[in-house]
Antibody, heavy 117, light 110 residues
Framework: EVHLVESGGKLVQPGGSLRLSCAASGITFSTYAMTWVRQAPGKGLEWVAVISGSGGSLYYGDSVRGRFTISRDNSQNTVFLQMNTLRPEDTAVYYC??????????WGQGTLVTVSS | QAVVTQEPSLTVTPGGTVTLTCGSSTGAVTRSHYTSWFQQKPGQAPSTLIFNTNNKDSRTPARFSGSLLGGKAVLTLSRAQPEDEADYYCFLSFDGIRQVFGPGTRVTVL
């Protein structure tokens, strides 16, 4: 069974930085593309970033490109999201999702990031 | 960036059938968009119902099905149950990896 556990969410001031982690188990991690998705309070789901299984392909949503960096460590079965120059509108629950080669998707339970002074 | 469209809200009677659609501003939705459908209930993480257009997750009840019709992706819920009341999001892939969510459809079972 796929198990994804996000961590690292907390209260941070505008302009600050934060690094989220997502530890995976129950899968051959390097064969899965990993995605970060966020959901602001009372809003819909927003795709943030994706990284291919090898880590060689990275793509970002328009609202985070240039400020957020996705990376992965296949030896540790972990994907990261480095978030810089945080804004109040980045406040959200951040989910990681694992996408298999057959395009099936498994989700973590999310971690809350609050950007406020 | 492509814009994905969904109905804002739909209502279905218990035991009835409801159809949710997912369109793209770039044109017809096809199998190459690898459409996924996710269900989210209040306070919970999303869960996958359908992936790759019409494939069911192992936990997806049989009353849910995915398809393509009229240039859109479609999620059909048959024999609706009260526990199906939730938000439903479609998710399209563009160029094989860039991905966009629809705004979600709130389904009420009433």
């Amino acid at each position: 069974e796929v198990h994804l556990v996000e961590s690292g969410g907390k209260l941070v001031q505008p302009g600050g930085s934060l690094r989220l982690s997502c530890a995976a188990s129950g899968i051959t991690f390097s064969t899965y593309a990993m995605t970060w998705v966020r959901q602001a309070p009372g809003k819909g789901l927003e795709w943030v970033a994706v990284i291919s299984g090898s880590g060689g392909s990275l793509y970002y949503g328009d609202s985070v490109r240039g400020r957020f960096t996705i990376s992965r460590d296949n030896s540790q079965n972990t994907v990261f999201l480095q978030m810089n120059t945080l804004r109040p509108e980045d406040t959200a629950v951040y989910y990681c999702a694992a996408r298999a080669k057959n395009h099936s998707v498994d989700w973590g339970q999310g971690t809350l990031v609050t950007v406020s002074s | 960036q492509a814009v994905v469209t969904q109905e804002p809200s739909l209502t279905v009677t218990p035991g009835g059938t409801v159809t949710l659609t997912c369109g793209s501003s770039t044109g017809a939705v096809t199998r190459s968009h690898y459409t996924s459908w996710f269900q989210q209930k209040p306070g919970q993480a999303p869960s996958t119902l359908i992936f790759n257009t019409n494939n069911k997750d192992s936990r997806t009840p049989a009353r849910f099905s995915g398809s393509l019709l009229g240039g859109k992706a479609v999620l059909t819920l048959s024999r609706a149950q009260p526990e199906d009341e939730a938000d439903y999001y479609c998710f399209l892939s563009f160029d094989g990896i860039r991905q966009v969510f629809g705004p979600g459809t709130r389904v009420t079972v009433l």
